[in-house]
């Protein structure tokens, strides 16, 4: 019998977390449960860190950016004595059950769990929106949002200096962030890590707009994108976090030093970074995150638990959290080659 839930976010921040958070508390109160809040994912379960949620504290939380419990990479399976400590925690919260809201690092945690017989069910949250079972996660058109404002800002300058202007997105295997955006802000070159990318067909697009009048080029790649000849993706460091992830960046850099050299046309690079997780979400991204929270309280209520709540041909299902984190989401390259008519 359900009494309590305890709910959690984890791994990256995205704008609509709190719109999930709300939804889960409003539903989970229709049913007469008690929601837990616990602090920096994981991390609140290993060291012992939550709230009681209350109507107070979710209100107004809709509109609001990031997550009101915190977040973090922490993985109890690489903590000594982590896997115990989140059953002690568990216990002495009174929890009888679970709702994660993150990636597949975050839910693959919560999935692993349920050998130790903890009961939860997972919410689709990344911008990186590369869940295989969900048509949308939380944060990512809000996240599109973003980068296509901050295209149609860089037109601009760009135009003015007569430049090219590359724009770096986050999308460590996916390229759904930068295809969305890029196509809607209309850059004229989009470059996503599902495909290696030919840098005599960038330099032949640019210099096909400047025989056009067009003296100016915008390029967008996600930071996972490779070139042709290279195997690995370019990182900022060789330090690995608790899922054995590099941290990205700087393919923007090395695609400019190229152009350059190639062409001798001004090359600049911006880097979006965390401002593509920032501000307010989007309408559609609350609706969404809306769906989610009180669909994953539902599965709860029903003890469909091990599962992942997904929107899937516009319905809210139900998907084992296994099968959700089974692969990874397959490009739209329907969408990708549409994309291209527009260079």
Not at 183 to 202: H, M, Q, R
């Amino acid at each position: 019998m359900i009494k309590k839930i305890g709910v959690l976010t984890g791994g990256g921040d995205s704008s609509a977390i709190n719109s999930a958070i709300r939804a889960v508390y409003v539903r989970s109160s229709m049913y007469g449960y008690k929601v837990f809040g616990i602090r920096n994912g994981w991390d609140g379960l290993v060291s012992g860190l939550g709230f009681d949620l209350s109507k107070d504290s979710v209100s107004g939380i809709l509109y609001e950016g990031g997550t009101m419990l915190g977040t973090s990479r922490t993985n109890p399976f690489k903590i000594e004595g982590g896997v115990e400590k989140v059953k002690e925690n568990i216990k002495k919260f009174g929890l009888d059950a679970l709702i994660t809201i993150g990636g597949d690092d975050t839910n693959g945690v919560l999935n692993r769990l349920s050998q130790y017989n903890i009961k939860g069910v997972g919410i689709p949250q990344t911008i990186d929106n590369d869940i295989i079972s969900t048509d949308y996660c939380i944060g990512f058109d809000s996240a599109v949002e973003i980068v296509t404002d901050s295209i149609d800002k860089l037109h601009t300058t760009a135009s003015s200096h007569h430049r090219i202007m590359i724009v770096e997105v986050m999308g460590r295997d996916a390229g759904w962030l930068a295809l969305y955006g890029g196509l809607a802000g209309g850059a004229d070159v989009i470059l996503i890590p599902e495909e290696k990318f030919s840098y005599d067909k960038i330099v032949n697009v640019i210099e096909k707009r400047r025989e056009r009048g067009k003296d100016f080029s915008i390029i967008v790649v996600a930071e996972g994108a490779k070139p042709e000849k290279l195997e690995k993706q370019v990182t900022v460091s060789v330090k690995v976090d608790n899922f054995g992830h590099v941290q990205l960046g700087g393919i923007g850099k090395l695609i400019a030093q190229e152009i350059e050299k190639r062409t001798g046309y001004e090359t600049r690079v911006t880097i979006l970074g965390h401002l593509q997780r920032g501000g307010k979400p989007t309408a559609f991204d609350r609706i969404v995150a809306t769906r989610l929270g009180v669909g994953a309280v539902d599965l709860v209520h029903q003890g469909k638990f091990n599962n992942m709540v997904c929107i899937k041909n516009e319905k809210v299902t139900a998907v084992p959290i296994a099968e959700a984190l089974k692969g990874q989401k397959p490009m739209n390259f329907d969408l990708y080659e549409l994309s291209k008519i527009f260079y």
